[in-house]
């Protein structure tokens, strides 16, 4: 598939699991609600391998890096973004998750030695600058305290695990390891792992029936997982981590319009600036312009 399309059906869809996220709360523990959402989409990806007769064998060390994947990308990060979210409004959230895309250059450079682009440093900056425009009215309200300061870190911790689990999916596909099988397996180890940290953490196993949480579920499973998870990490094996995420500083934009369209959220001047700028560090990252090769020792 074309890389722009890509790129559009990851920015899209992602935009849109913010607001099925709100529907995710209130009644199951969101460990539960994320071991659901992944547990489900790890059957349906080992459906579609099974119906396509894609090889699942794969040796003891391939698991474990699928295992890291899942860990970092498919678990840790989802639970620390909705704890964050219990502090933090998801404005400031986006904010600082959308950091991953300098963590992804950092890490990337370190751990796999990727040049930095010039193209995606400036574009980044650019991006950041309009994401914070956009919710500057949250931020100049925001007030340190102890809560706060826990939300920051856990949305921050958040990021952080989702670019290591960006720079580990980047070391399977060198590795060979196919995208869809990665995936699945990597899923059923996310699930897994959340199911985990809901009995240890005490939480009820139970489940919501009613359509809003039933519908959200399968939304943020067939499109947000499968569908999201498997555009992005093509996308990322192609182009990189540093490119790939800046979807990230993106799909929070998607995410405010929608909120104009069902939450009748009304628009300033700085946030119309805001989008322009984010839009404009978009046309930059995607430009190409000569990479700055760090050092080894880097």
């Not at 391939?62 to 219990?86: D, K, P, R, T, W």
């Not at 870190?153 to 070391?171: D, E, K, P, T, W």
Request: a positive charge.
């Amino acid at each position: 598939m074309n890389n722009v399309l890509l790129y559009l059906i990851t920015v899209f869809i992602w935009g849109t699991t913010w607001l099925a996220i709100k529907f995710q709360l209130g009644v199951v523990a969101p460990e539960l609600s994320i071991a659901y959402r992944f547990a489900i989409a790890s059957v349906l990806l080992f459906i579609f391998s099974f119906v396509r007769r894609l090889s699942l064998r794969f040796d003891w060390r391939a698991h474990c890096f699928m295992a890291l994947q899942g860990l970092l990308l498919f678990s840790l990060n989802y639970i620390m973004v909705y704890l964050a979210e219990v502090y933090l409004t998801s404005g400031l959230v986006a904010i600082i998750f959308s950091m991953l895309i300098i963590m992804n250059v950092i890490f990337g450079a370190i751990l796999l030695h990727n040049p930095v682009r010039l193209s995606v440093v400036i574009g980044a900056i650019v991006g950041l600058c309009g994401l914070t425009l956009v919710f500057w009215p949250e931020l100049s309200s925001f007030d340190v305290s102890s809560e706060l300061a826990l939300g920051m870190i856990l949305a921050f911790m958040g990021a952080m695990s989702a670019s290591l689990g960006n720079i580990v999916s980047a070391r399977n596909q060198g590795h060979k390891l196919p995208i869809i099988q990665t995936n699945a397996f990597g899923m059923a180890y996310g699930a897994a792992f959340m199911l985990v940290l809901a009995i240890f953490r005490g939480a009820k196993l139970e489940f919501d029936p009613s359509a809003d949480y039933v519908v959200s579920l399968l939304y943020l499973a067939v499109f947000g997982s499968v569908v999201g998870f498997g555009s992005y990490l093509t996308l990322l094996g192609r182009i990189g981590p540093d490119r790939a995420a800046y979807v990230t500083v993106l799909f929070p934009v998607i995410a405010l319009l929608l909120s104009t369209l069902f939450e009748s959220m009304t628009w300033s001047l700085p946030q119309l600036a805001g989008v322009v700028l984010v839009i404009l560090g978009n046309v930059i990252v995607l430009t190409k312009i000569r990479a700055l090769k760090l050092p080894r020792w880097f």
